[in-house]
């Protein structure tokens, strides 16, 4: 009797049973019984009661083989099981890791948003001040000593702010895009592990429903005919 092998991967269940003898021939009541030596069960690979038509010796090996690659087949199956649920489990990880990143990436961006719009008007503010420069250069000369201690009140300002903007700008641009390139980095390298995975997992699939189907086959056309031992033991002897 041959025994299927079952991968976790997907339903297999073969029913096994034993054949019943033969029953026993009586002779008639009117003489001495006779009681007959019961016929042994016909042998299949399944251990099924037989039914079909009885299997050469080269169908038997053609059989038995078959279901030495099936069983083989679903081993394999069901060791590629674990490494992927390993692998799902690490990219599930990973892309909450990535969003939790992100998060905190938009985060530092509202900051430099914020920090933008203070630059955007104090390159307004020297624009405006350069203006009134000029205007006070043009200035009656008994203005000029007020309107060149306001203009250097306004300078020295613009100066103090330009420069807490220019420190301001070294500390959050660069942290920013140095973070956005090594997001976009794990990101690239988790699609491109999402991608294998999602390969591998269809090819485990696939793998999985052609051996159901070759293991429905050989339990239609294997499982139940009968077969003679002498060939199945000349079979397994090589022959």
Not at 109 to 125: F, G, I, K, N, S
Not at 190 to 203: C, E, G, I, L, Y
């Amino acid at each position: 009797m041959t025994t299927l092998y079952k991968p976790n991967l997907f339903a297999v269940s073969v029913l096994l049973a034993f054949a019943t003898s033969a029953s026993v021939a009586q002779t008639a009541p009117t003489k001495p019984s006779i009681q007959g030596a019961a016929k042994p069960a016909a042998k299949t690979l399944s251990g099924k009661p037989a039914g079909g038509k009885l299997m050469s010796r080269d169908e038997l090996r053609s059989c038995m083989k078959r279901v030495d690659e099936m069983n083989q087949g679903g081993k394999d199956l069901e060791a590629l099981k674990p490494q992927l649920d390993r692998d799902r489990d690490e990219l599930k990880a990973s892309g909450e890791a990535l969003r939790a990143e992100r998060t905190e990436l938009d985060r530092q961006l509202a900051t430099v948003r914020d920090w933008e719009v203070r630059m955007r008007a104090h390159v307004a503010a020297i624009e405006a001040y350069n203006k009134r420069s000029a205007a006070a250069a043009e200035a009656p000369s008994n203005q000029q000593q007020r309107l060149g201690e306001e203009m250097k009140a306004e300078r020295e300002r613009l100066q103090k702010e330009r420069e807490a903007l220019d420190a301001e700008q070294a500390r959050l641009v660069p942290a920013y895009q140095a973070g956005v390139k090594a997001h976009n980095e794990r990101a690239t390298a988790r699609d491109a592990k999402v991608t294998d995975w999602n390969a591998r997992n269809a090819a485990a699939v696939e793998a999985s429903v052609k051996h159901q189907e070759a293991r429905a086959l050989w339990l239609n056309e294997c499982a139940s005919r009968p077969y003679r031992e002498d060939d199945e033991v000349a079979i397994k002897a090589g022959k």
